[in-house]
């Protein structure tokens, strides 16, 4: 298969909304990619529509319960902070990066979601000290290319703040421009996370948001300028997106504090779960319900009666109940007993001590960042709720406006361009957009 660039460049803005567009045709360099490619106005995300299925999705083009990363965070009740999905070996299929390697094409990926230990030439992956004992730039060494890494660290490290914004966006970019110029990679992936953390934090249409959004387009034409100055980019393909958009929020849920109460979950006298026959995993927006035993009948029906109670409630924040079979045929994990959805401005976490809502207040979220204004993770269907996809340069036809696509099409379009193929995926190429 004829490969249609010499070299993708695919950023990821996440949290990049198709409700950005009015602001986005605005800006410079944005405008640039607009007026000499094409662009899809609305793009159905996934479910749960959080970052490392949506990342996952975006290399594999497939559903979560296909390429196995289900959601951000692994089933760990109890833990604080639970482990990410961080590592390559999450993924059960194969991806856009393992294939530009069999094609021997040169990839590089910087802090691109589920890539830790991956097959990539340049890779610094997105993970992060989790342990009291770890060190975050061994963390990040032994996961990625350690060379590279040290070598970015030593260059721009001291532009970083911790894992705080805008800082590391701007390590993130100054280590994309060095990258390009000095390996000119056929594949780079690089996520920024400025937008959706300013969201978070700050609410959707907030003005710390809408100045993300300014910075996304400044470090948008400095990647354009550094293309132009390593004198590829001709020949090169520059693809713009987001994962997932957000929507503002102000009630947590905590369905385990009401599972604690019925003794489906246990503790011991410091509070710590011992242990537990149902759990209720956040995915943000949704959640996933597990057994423990998935063959307890009787915990499944006590489960059942407590949810058709909470959806009866009005007050509950809950929107809807789905089985496992009906969260698999959505593309979530079907080893669920339950999947539920929360109703506009409500969001679940996994605290079993406390009520079983809180209003969410400024001042809880500067106290504590489990608590947010904004968020995401909601089914694909919520109105207003799909992202963006934006491409221009070889390969791209010009000024082609497609009203809908899905980010399971966007692997298989990417590896289109490439020359490779994902095999037999969930998504499909968006022909549309490519000179074929």
Known sequence: MKRLTDHLIVISFDCLSALDFPILQTLPHFQTILQQGSMVER?????????????????TGNYPNKHGVINN???????????WNWFRSAIKTTTLYDEAKKANLT???????VTGKANIDYNLPEIFANRPWQHQILVSLFSGSPRYQWDLNQRFGSLRNGLNQPELDHFVLESTIHTIKTKKPNLLMVHFTDLDTQRHYHGFSSKEATDAIHRHDERLGRILKALQESGIYENSTVVILGDHSALDESKALHP????QKRNLITTYGSGKINNWRAYCKSCDGSAYIYLKDKQDQATFAEVKQLLDELLMDPESGIETVLSGEQAADMGADGDCAFMLEAKQGYFFLEDHQGEYLKNITARDVADNKKYTLACHGYSP?????????????????QNVRLPFARLIDEGPTFARLLGVDLGDTDGKIIEELLTL
């Open 256 to 259: 385990n504090v009401l599972f």
């Open 43 to 59: 793009v159905e995300t996934i479910y749960p529509s959080v970052t490392y299925p949506c990342h996952a999705t975006i290399v």
């Open 381 to 397: 269907k919520k109105e207003n709720y799909q992202t963006i996809f934006m491409a221009a340069g070889k390969g791209i036809r």
């Open 73 to 83: 965070t692994l089933l760990q009740p109890g833990r604080t902070s639970p482990d």
């Open 107 to 113: 990839t590089a990926a910087l802090l691109w979601p």
